[in-house]
C-alpha cells in the first residue's frame, strides 16, 4: 500500500516561508518522480514543482519560480518543497504526488498517487 504523507502547512504572513514534506512508503520512489500540486477553492489543481527520479531535474510552475525549491532524499523517500516570498495567491491545499516513470509532467492526472494535502494559507 502506497503512502504519501505530507506536512509542513501553516498560516503564515506574505513574505514568509514554510517548508512542506512529503514521506513516501510502500515502494521504491528512487525511480519515479515525485511533484506538488496545489488547489485552491474553486479552482482547477495545478502543478507547482517537480523533481526527476534522480533529483538533478526540477521543473517550476512560473509564478513560483526563483520563490520556490523542490528537492528530495531518495534514502529516505521523501520530497520536500521549500516556499519562500510567499503570497496570498499562494494560498491552497498543497499536494505531494508520485508517478510511476521517471519523467515528470505538470498534468495531475498522470501522476499515479497522491497525499492528502496540507493547508497553506497566506495572509496579505
Known amino acids: 500500500q502506497v503512502q504519501l504523507v505530507e506536512s509542513g502547512g501553516g498560516l503564515v504572513q506574505a513574505g514568509s516561508s514554510l517548508r512542506l514534506s512529503c514521506a513516501a512508503s510502500g515502494r521504491a520512489f528512487s525511480t519515479s518522480a515525485m511533484g506538488w500540486f496545489r488547489q485552491a477553492p474553486g479552482k482547477e489543481r495545478e502543478f507547482v514543482a517537480a523533481?526527476?527520479?534522480?533529483?538533478?531535474?526540477?521543473y517550476y510552475e512560473d509564478s513560483v519560480k526563483g520563490r520556490f525549491t523542490i528537492s528530495r532524499d531518495n534514502a529516505k523517500n521523501t520530497v520536500a518543497l521549500q516556499m519562500n516570498s510567499l503570497k496570498p495567491e499562494d494560498t491552497a491545499l498543497y499536494y505531494c504526488?508520485?508517478?510511476?516513470?521517471?519523467?515528470?509532467?505538470?498534468?495531475?492526472?498522470?501522476?499515479?498517487?497522491w497525499g492528502q494535502g496540507t493547508q497553506v494559507t497566506v495572509s496579505s
Open positions: 523533481v526527476s527520479s534522480s533529483g538533478v531535474r526540477t
Open positions: 504526488a508520485v508517478r510511476r516513470t521517471p519523467y515528470h509532467t505538470t498534468v495531475w492526472r498522470e501522476y499515479d498517487y
